[in-house]
Structures are given as C-alpha cells and as structure tokens.
C-alpha cells in the first residue's frame, strides 16, 4: 500500500506563498489520484485540490481557484500544491491524500493519508 510523507509547510505572510510537496513510497504511483486536503482548529477535515493518477484532470474547491495549483510528477512519484496569494484563513494542517484511481468525483474516497503538515498564515 502507498505511503505518503508532506513537506514544505511553515508560517508566512498573508499574500505570501508556499509549496507543499508529497512524496509516496511503496504501491505504484499511477495507480492513485492524489489529493490535498486541510484541516483548521476545531473544524472538520475539508477538500482543497485533487488531480488525477495522469494529470489530466484536476478538481479545486472554490475558495482556493485561481490560488492554489496541484501538480503531481510521476517520474518523482510526488505531488505539489502551490499556494499563492495566501490568507489567515488557510491556516491548517494539510494533508496529502490517495485513492485508487476512478472515474467521477475527485474530491471524496481517499483512503491512504500522510501525518499532515501545518501552514500558518499571519495577518
């Protein structure tokens, strides 16, 4: 079974940027769409970006469009999310998420999960 391990968290500015990167061991990479998801203090864990086991299609939640870019490169067997533009708001943990490839919806079962990177965004 693929494992997952996040890096690249950290505190920042509002309006700076970070990019979170998730390696995975074990499993075949293509094999899984990759997903990130991010969890605020006493809040549930929440969707923020998906993309397919090819890169081909990609699925964001609507408070990080235009902001937030998931990338995944195979060769590495890593995925990206590439905040930019970031706001108090999108303080978490975040984490990197897999599933095994399927058609429809990416946004919901995942089933293999990394420990979660935190991202601190100050005012």
């Known amino acids: 079974q693929v494992q997952l391990v996040e890096s690249g968290g950290g505190l920042v500015q509002a309006g700076g940027s970070l990019r979170l990167s998730c390696v995975a061991s074990?499993?075949?990479?293509?094999?899984?769409?990759l997903g990130w998801f991010r969890q605020a203090p006493g809040k549930e864990r929440d969707f923020v970006a998906a993309?397919?086991?090819?890169?081909?299609?990609?699925l964001y939640e609507e408070s990080v469009k235009g902001r937030f870019t998931i990338s995944r490169d195979n060769t590495k067997k890593t995925v990206y999310l590439q905040m930019n533009s970031l706001k108090p708001e999108d303080t978490a943990v975040y984490y990197c998420?897999?599933?095994?490839?399927?058609?429809?919806?990416?946004?919901?079962?995942?089933?293999?999960w990394g420990q979660g990177t935190q991202v601190t965004v100050s005012s």
């Open positions: 993309v397919n086991w090819s890169g081909t299609r990609t």
């Open positions: 998420a897999a599933r095994l490839y399927a058609d429809g919806n990416l946004s919901y079962d995942y089933f293999y």
């Open positions: 074990e499993g075949t990479f293509t094999n899984y769409d």
